[in-house]
């Protein structure tokens, strides 16, 4: 039986990657953070204590604190470790860049030299993004594309990205990069823009609300479901040689074609008129506004397009992914109708 630990676990990322494992006879170890409240929705179903998997343990731990980082490694001893815990939204790292980097950029650091000095024989994945390709010199981007991150996110985690590189280089580990573009699903957090959405479609289709408010409709992003890009990040630690992955479904669509598809599939054909901040989609059955631009939702420095050309892992990983965007569309907002009572 092999061990995994999986920091992050308590995420959508995590949650999906230890069902993964867990599927394939791993005994599984997660590091969770110490609140006052319980953060474990996306796992109960997976925890013993809960008539879920025996070979779930959780340990708590935190990227800023070294000395829990060594104690659960030494203590587990993993085969394979997955690095998902981070500050992971974009937007609030802007408000938040001093703490965004000290956990995703700092963080990182902490848990290879502690893995260089516990378990030095452990293969290691590191969550990059495609965020760190920001600016992009090319449409689409893969493992060659330059990187020119555009938020404090981003930057912490092109340091991370680079950290991982060198503990490669320098010490010889195990360790990879997965520059992972945009991926969703119902378990995404309701601060991201995908959530926000699917779950306002829901509570209007439900009638507890009438409209929501986005920030940049423009922009595009290549999205893709989750649970498919957990089983990348498994097969990039199988690969024979440590390596850094593009993975990506290979579409791009706007913030506003999530909407319009969302919107749809909840029985509303939204009609758009006015431009930038004016601009505002409407129910086009009876004309009622739902979709309003809001300019707080603006970030100091946007990034307009991320496409993936992620050839290199369908071809030496192996990967495909089975759900296309229009059906992680209707999958999340499936999701939140139910969660509402609407379906």
């Known amino acids: 039986m092999k061990t995994a630990l999986i920091t992050g676990v308590t995420g959508q990322d995590g949650s999906y990657l230890a069902e993964l494992l867990l599927d ?126 555009r938020s404090p996110y981003a930057v912490a985690k092109l340091y991370s990205f680079w950290a991982t590189v060198n503990f490669r280089e320098a010490y010889g580990l195990y360790a990879s990069n997965g520059i992972l573009f945009n991926h969703e699903s119902p378990r995404r957090g309701e601060n991201f823009v995908t959530r926000k959405i699917t779950r306002a479609v829901a509570e209007i289709a439900a009638g507890q609300r009438d409209w929501l408010s986005l920030g940049n409709l423009e922009a595009r992003r290549d999205w893709g ?30 913030v506003r074609e999530f909407c319009d598809l969302a919107f749809a599939h909840a029985g509303i054909e939204l009609e758009w008129t006015g431009t930038g901040t004016e601009e505002v989609g409407r129910d086009r059955a009876n004309g009622t506004t739902r979709v309003l631009v809001n300019p707080r939702y603006f970030r100091p420095a946007e990034v307009d397009r991320l496409l993936s050309d992620a050839s290199k892992a ?30």
Do not use: C
């Not at 059906?327 to 999701?335: F, K, N, S």
């Open 24 to 149: 394939k006879g791993y005994a599984v170890h997660g590091v969770v953070r110490r609140s006052s409240t319980f953060n474990r929705g996306r796992i109960d179903h997976l925890r013993k204590g809960s008539g879920g998997d025996p070979y779930l343990h959780l340990h708590y731990g935190d990227l800023g604190d070294t000395e829990s980082l060594t104690t659960i490694l030494a203590e587990v001893q993993p085969d394979e470790i997955y690095n998902l815990a981070a500050q992971s939204h974009v937007g609030i790292s802007f408000t938040m860049p001093t703490y965004t980097g000290e956990v995703s950029g700092l963080g990182t650091v902490r848990l290879l030299e502690a893995v260089r000095q516990i378990v030095p024989q452990a293969r290691f994945y590191q969550a990059s993004s495609s965020e760190l390709f920001g600016q992009a010199l090319e449409v689409p981007q893969n493992e060659q594309t330059p990187f020119h991150p």
């Open 225 to 254: 479901f989750a649970g498919d890009f957990v089983d990348a990040m498994w097969r990039i630690l199988q690969a024979d040689d440590p390596d850094d992955w593009v993975v990506g479904i290979g579409e791009e669509h706007s």
């Open 314 to 343: 369908r071809q030496g990983l192996g990967w495909e992914p089975k759900v296309g965007f229009e059906e992680l569309v209707r999958m999340m907002v499936d999701a939140d109708l139910e969660a509402v009572g609407a379906k």
